[in-house]
């Protein structure tokens, strides 16, 4: 039976004045005690699809999502690159505020002298997986991490290739993210060829081949056996920032290439939601995470760095069709899930729950620092039309020269035409040699951000306002833009002189009830229970002391996040 008009119009004068968990209780027969939440996330992609105004290629599961959901037209990231990116995701919080800004703060040692480490949020933080365990949610991942820190054994049900909701317990419900890497910069390498195979649950007709492969396997393929989704000879337009050559058109297919057959990836893992008969009990958010892969886009903080798609389907298609142009951050996709689940925002998240229109948000903020060896230090601000960029080395070059990025032949094109003297005015621009202190875009007029504004008089009081809008963020979140690293590490580690380690858990017995604690504030303490021979395969999360029997062993560990782990004890009752 067809819902009637005036009920439709009901359900969308509802969702703007109420949280989506009410509206779902609205919004169905049967009360949606905890609905599932499915995640699918792609690597490196702006918003190059048709629902977004690019019709380059079709993109039939996208499409499918915008159609039955909710667009997303404002959405962006807090950094260019992916793992500041999913810090902000997974904790709610500015990467800059815990030490997650610099990419990647375990590598590229040799070059910068500095010791690895993690970044460290307050004791009282916790991963939006683990606070979804807790409500009682089955929590998966499949398969990338990369947060700028480990995750502790007692954020995720499952984490890696094998990971999926089908191995929860029957009618738990499931927050599951599944991640598309086929997208990536990498995909623009030559020899071309995207991965084949990502994970287990990905393709139904590859699972007899996935199910020998090891875990965190993955084949790639020759171009000579990749799918072609779009015609090598399609007319593409080209951004402003890129020349038109040859190179940079075969750069601009693969790209295209690659989204299509994400798509197409995506639209497996939908289609087993619907062979389980739970797309009408489940949220599906679709986003990238961050900007597209091409030169001039991905590390930097112009909107072909932050900005991204978000699409969510929403159970029995509330709102279906709609578009929502409001400001959301990466940092507002945790206390919104948060919210579905039930339960109010964390007071340690920086972000707030979209699906609440009582405040919406004002600005966005983001930050660049180092990039594998290279480093720099520019912060920006942006509402919905304005964006204004704070460079704190602005005696230093944009352009870094970032080894992983000049495997794309487009950046080989670039820095050729470079040094033959051929680059147009706006292609050069990220070549030179020193920066202003600031500028300020009309990404409305300008959506490339190539027209600094800075300095013209009529432009002065957006400029101030939003001036003085980056100094109250850097204050309330505790960044300093100018602060070295190696002293953010020391500040991290407070003042030791290696990474800090989880102090070993303690145990005490009572009558069968084990009793754990650990030294260390904030630590996360996971426990398996080995009983008969069997073993949990992941680690419950310890909140009170724990029911053993006679014979039982259990295997205890404790992690802040940004810490070493605990030593792992044993004991046997």
Same mark, same amino acid.
């Given at each position: 039976?067809?819902?009637?008009?005036?009920?439709?119009?009901?359900?969308?004068?509802i969702i703007t004045g109420l949280t989506l968990f009410s509206t779902l209780l609205l919004a169905n027969d049967q009360t949606l005690d905890k609905p599932n939440i499915l995640w699918l996330v792609v690597e490196d992609m702006s918003p190059i699809i048709p629902d977004y105004g690019d019709h380059t290629v079709a993109t039939p599961t996208i499409s499918r999502l915008a159609k039955e959901g909710v667009k997303y037209t404002n959405v962006y990231s807090t950094s260019g690159v992916c793992s500041p990116s999913r810090a902000a995701l997974a904790l709610g919080m500015y990467p800059s505020a815990i030490g997650a800004n610099h990419m990647r703060t375990t590598s590229d040692t040799e070059t910068t002298k500095l010791p690895k480490y993690e970044a460290v949020p307050p004791a009282d933080a916790k991963m939006l997986s683990q606070y979804m365990r807790e409500l009682g949610y089955y929590t998966v991942n499949n398969l990338k991490t990369d947060y700028q820190f480990t995750p502790p054994n007692t954020a995720w049900d499952e984490s890696g290739a094998y990971a999926h909701w089908r191995n929860r317990?029957?009618?738990?419900?499931?927050?599951?993210?599944?991640?598309?890497?086929?997208?990536?910069?990498?995909?623009?390498?030559?020899?071309?060829?995207?991965?084949?195979?990502?994970?287990?649950?990905?393709?139904?007709?590859?699972?007899?081949?996935?199910?020998?492969?090891?875990?965190?396997?993955?084949?790639?393929?020759?171009?000579?056996?990749?799918?072609?989704?779009?015609?090598?000879?399609?007319?593409?337009?080209?951004?402003?920032?890129?020349?038109?050559?040859?190179?940079?058109?075969?750069?601009?297919?693969?790209?295209?290439?690659?989204?299509?057959?994400?798509?197409?990836?995506?639209?497996?893992?939908?289609?087993?939601?619907?062979?389980?008969?739970?797309?009408?009990?489940?949220?599906?958010?679709?986003?990238?995470?961050?900007?597209?892969?091409?030169?001039?886009?991905?590390?930097?903080?112009?909107?072909?760095?932050?900005?991204?798609?978000?699409?969510?389907?929403?159970?029995?298609?509330?709102?279906?069709?709609?578009?929502?142009?409001?400001?959301?951050?990466?940092?507002?996709?945790?206390?919104?899930?948060?919210?579905?689940?039930?339960?109010?925002?964390?007071?340690?998240?920086?972000?707030?729950?979209?699906?609440?229109?009582?405040?919406?948000?004002?600005?966005?903020?983001?930050?660049? @620092?180092?990039?594998?060896?290279?480093?720099?230090?520019?912060?920006?601000?942006? %509402?919905?039309? &304005?964006?204004? /960029? !704070? $460079?704190?080395?602005?005696?230093?070059?944009?352009?870094?020269?970032?080894?992983?990025?000049?495997?794309?032949?487009?950046?080989?094109?670039?820095?050729?035409?470079?040094?033959?003297?051929?680059?147009?005015?706006?292609?050069?621009?990220?070549?030179?040699?020193?920066?202003?202190?600031?500028?300020?875009?009309?990404?409305?007029?300008?959506?490339?951000?190539?027209?600094?504004?800075?300095?013209?008089?009529?432009?002065?009081?957006?400029?101030?306002?939003?001036?003085?809008?980056?100094?109250?963020?850097?204050?309330?979140?505790?960044?300093?833009?100018?602060?070295?690293?190696?002293?953010?590490?020391?500040?991290?580690?407070?003042?030791?002189?290696?990474?800090?380690?989880?102090?070993?858990?303690?145990?005490?017995? @009572?009558?069968?009830?084990?009793?754990?604690?650990?030294?260390?504030?904030?630590? %996360?303490?996971? &426990?398996?229970? /080995? !009983? $008969?021979?069997?073993?949990?395969?992941?680690?419950?999360?310890?909140?009170?002391?724990?029911?053993?029997?006679?014979?039982?062993?259990?295997?205890?560990?404790?992690?802040?996040?940004?810490?070493?782990?605990?030593?792992?004890?044993?004991?046997?009752?």
């Amino acid at each position: 039976m067809k819902t009637p008009t005036s009920v439709k119009m009901l359900f969308r004068t509802i969702i703007t004045g109420l949280t989506l968990f009410s509206t779902l209780l609205l919004a169905n027969d049967q009360t949606l005690d905890k609905p599932n939440i499915l995640w699918l996330v792609v690597e490196d992609m702006s918003p190059i699809i048709p629902d977004y105004g690019d019709h380059t290629v079709a993109t039939p599961t996208i499409s499918r999502l915008a159609k039955e959901g909710v667009k997303y037209t404002n959405v962006y990231s807090t950094s260019g690159v992916c793992s500041p990116s999913r810090a902000a995701l997974a904790l709610g919080m500015y990467p800059s505020a815990i030490g997650a800004n610099h990419m990647r703060t375990t590598s590229d040692t040799e070059t910068t002298k500095l010791p690895k480490y993690e970044a460290v949020p307050p004791a009282d933080a916790k991963m939006l997986s683990q606070y979804m365990r807790e409500l009682g949610y089955y929590t998966v991942n499949n398969l990338k991490t990369d947060y700028q820190f480990t995750p502790p054994n007692t954020a995720w049900d499952e984490s890696g290739a094998y990971a999926h909701w089908r191995n929860r317990a029957e009618g738990q419900p499931f927050f599951a993210v599944f991640n598309f890497t086929t997208t990536h910069e990498s995909g623009l390498f030559e020899p071309y060829g995207f991965r084949k195979i990502e994970s287990r649950h990905y393709f139904s007709d590859d699972a007899e081949r996935i199910s020998k492969l090891p875990q965190h396997h993955s084949v790639k393929s020759t171009e000579a056996e990749t799918p072609v989704h779009i015609a090598k000879t399609t007319d593409f337009k080209i951004p402003p920032y890129l020349p038109d050559t040859p190179l940079v058109r075969r750069d601009m297919w693969k790209m295209y290439n690659n989204l299509a057959e994400t798509d197409k990836q995506m639209g497996s893992v939908l289609q087993q939601l619907i062979d389980d008969d739970l797309l009408e009990n489940t949220i599906v958010f679709f986003y990238s995470d961050h900007g597209g892969p091409l030169p001039r886009q991905k590390r930097l903080i112009y909107d072909s760095g932050l900005k991204v798609p978000l699409i969510i389907r929403f159970p029995h298609k509330v709102n279906a069709g709609t578009t929502d142009d409001q400001l959301i951050s990466f940092i507002d996709f945790a206390p919104t899930t948060l919210n579905i689940a039930g339960i109010k925002t964390p007071t340690n998240m920086h972000g707030q729950n979209f699906l609440d229109n009582a405040n919406p948000r004002q600005y966005i903020h983001a930050a660049a @620092d180092r990039f594998d060896g290279f480093t720099d230090s520019i912060r920006a601000v942006k %509402n919905k039309q &304005y964006k204004y /960029i !704070r $460079n704190y080395r602005p005696e230093q070059g944009y352009y870094l020269p970032v080894a992983y990025r000049e495997k794309i032949p487009s950046m080989q094109e670039l820095l050729r035409l470079k040094a033959e003297n051929k680059l147009t005015e706006y292609q050069a621009q990220w070549f030179r040699e020193s920066k202003p202190k600031e500028e300020l875009f009309d990404t409305t007029k300008d959506p490339h951000e190539l027209n600094n504004l800075a300095g013209q008089a009529k432009y002065q009081r957006i400029m101030t306002e939003l001036s003085d809008e980056m100094d109250r963020w850097l204050a309330s979140i505790g960044d300093n833009p100018n602060l070295p690293e190696r002293s953010l590490i020391s500040q991290l580690w407070q003042n030791a002189d290696e990474k800090p380690k989880t102090a070993k858990p303690q145990v005490k017995t @009572d009558h069968g009830m084990l009793e754990i604690t650990t030294a260390t504030p904030g630590a %996360n303490i996971g &426990y398996r229970i /080995i !009983r $008969n021979g069997y073993q949990a395969t992941s680690w419950s999360i310890y909140k009170k002391p724990v029911q053993l029997k006679r014979g039982d062993q259990i295997e205890i560990i404790a992690h802040r996040i940004g810490y070493e782990k605990s030593e792992k004890i044993s004991v046997t009752f």
